[in-house]
């Protein structure tokens, strides 16, 4: 009877060692396999070293794992074994492309949640749809007018994404992916070249581009400056490698780029690269580099081979409108926000940048680890010690310094006219922040993701619903074959939310032009609620006022 008793524990304790043993080579295979697949060709030997620890840590893991005590009973683990253990599940090829899927995110909440901004984003995709519609590539249209404000690179590239996918905002959106996954591995590579020997801050940086509340806005946004930004530093690259090699095609790139540039938002660009350029005495490395001279004379091939691409699109733009295009964009529209005789420049105060400034640090600054570093002393020990480091800290802060000084005196301001200044701050921020964990920046942008998603939500409900034509849009698609007018400052706004094909007409009395076409429409724009009455068929609250439709005799 005793020896029947003993038996049940005897079997659960084999079942058990017998069970664990299937685990211990399951792990094992599936950590071996996971090595295989993900193995990617490995090209910097930092990385290299970084993968061997890992595969290190990941046998100790599966030894502690088999290391079954005679009983059956797992070991202990501790939680830097499961935090090793995933690691070994994610290759770093794989984590490189996180960022890019946590900008991915941005636009997939934005999408779902946010319409289309007016007056830019409706502004910019109804020239667009109107470019796709007529196939007049030369000169953009705004209600079937010329629109001389905007070169035409932004709505060249969504036109192409258009014709392969068809015209969405979806679609659109793809061409700002592309630009702002330029902007983060191009500040990653001006980072890596800056700083060759500090892949400690280089792997910073696509975390803290993606993750800064600039970024996260302005990413989501169909505007000119994300694609802007990424030929600055695409620009700036190919002038460093000038630099160093005198390599003149480098320079001749180079000026292609600022070409691009000025294609995507006119001569701004010339700030932002200008910057960098004329302060290179301040920065040059003498040892490497070459003189001044030399390098303002490549600077100076930039400069004609930039004119390539402008001409290619100019001149024919010049013939098309008579010479109205130039004097447009160069006089009116960029001396016009300078001077602020431009109407609707957004003239704001000298100091209206320094006020951003702070933004540009956000969220890090609210880091506990970010305020117990001691700057001060850090910046004075590179200053004593003359470190190699200070050439490209100059070039930065200078830079930086410089374009913020630069838009400061100009009297139209808006905040993302300094975005291609970011990079500049992200680096600076990634050199000094170095010694904080990646992990924290990591998480931390997560967190600003999941606010972006949550605001998003909670704004759709509310704010939002101040911001979305597609009521409005949905009134006039229904009723595209009678007359419409407009009887404020239309900028587009439904035009491509209504698929519009024919122009509205602009007039200055609506009742006139209602009698006139007993069977048309109007759309105004009023400060107060205009009531119900039978003469208004639709009205939609608005950000400031509402639009209505006032129609005529049927």
Known sequence: ???????????????????????????????????????????????????????????????????????????????????????????????????????????????AFRPLLPVDETRYLSVTWEMYLSGHVFV???????????????????????????????????????????????????????????????????????????????????????????????????????????????????????????????????????APVLLYPFWRDRRVELAPLKFFSGAGLAILAALIPVAVWLAPATILTKGNFVYDLVWSQSAGRVTGNLHNSHGR??????????????????????????????????????????????????????VLLVFSAIYGKQPHYVMPALPFATILFGYFMAEIKLARFRNTAFVMLAIFGIGHAIASATAFKRYDLMPLANFIDERKDADWAVAFDYQGEVGFLARLEKPFEQVDNPQEWLQSHPGGYVIDKTSGDPGASEQVAFRLPVERGYLVVLKGQH
């Open 140 to 274: 953009p249209t705004m209600n079937f007018a010329p629109y001389l404000q905007k070169p035409p690179l932004l709505f060249w590239l969504i036109d192409l994404v258009w014709s392969i996918f068809g015209a969405s905002r979806v679609a659109a959106m793809l061409v700002i992916f592309a630009a702002s996954s330029l902007v983060i591995w191009l500040t990653t590579l001006l980072a890596r070249t800056l700083f060759p020997e500090r892949d400690d801050i280089v792997r910073r940086i696509p975390w803290l581009v993606a993750g800064s509340t600039v970024f996260v806005i302005y990413s989501t946004l169909i505007l000119f400056d994300m694609l802007l930004t990424a030929f600055v530093l695409a620009a700036l690259l190919s002038l460093l490698a000038f630099a160093k090699s005198g390599n003149r095609w480098q320079a001749v790139l180079a000026g292609l780029f600022i070409g691009l540039g000025v294609l995507t938002k006119g001569p701004v660009v010339l700030i932002h690269i200008g």
């Open 349 to 402: 105060p000298f100091y209206f940048y320094l006020l951003l400034l702070p933004v540009m640090f956000m969220p890090w600054v609210f880091i506990p680890e970010v305020w117990r570093l001691k700057l001060r002393t850090r910046i004075r020990s590179l200053i004593d010690t003359k470190s190699p480091d200070l050439r490209a800290l100059r070039l930065l802060s200078f830079s930086l310094v410089a």
């Open 1 to 111: 009877m005793a020896a029947r008793s003993q038996r049940p524990p005897a079997r659960r304790s084999l079942a058990r060692q017998d069970q664990a043993d299937r685990q211990c080579r399951d792990t094992l295979c599936l950590v071996q396999a996971t090595r295989i697949f993900f193995r990617p060709l490995w090209t910097h030997s930092s990385e290299s070293r970084l993968l061997s620890r890992r595969r290190c840590n990941s046998a100790k893991i599966v030894v502690r794992f088999c290391a079954i005590q005679e009983r059956g009973v797992m070991p202990s683990w501790k939680e830097n074994d499961f935090r090793r253990g995933f690691q070994v599940l994610i290759p770093i090829h794989t984590e490189r492309l996180l960022p890019y899927l946590f900008l991915l995110a941005l636009l997939c909440i934005a999408v």
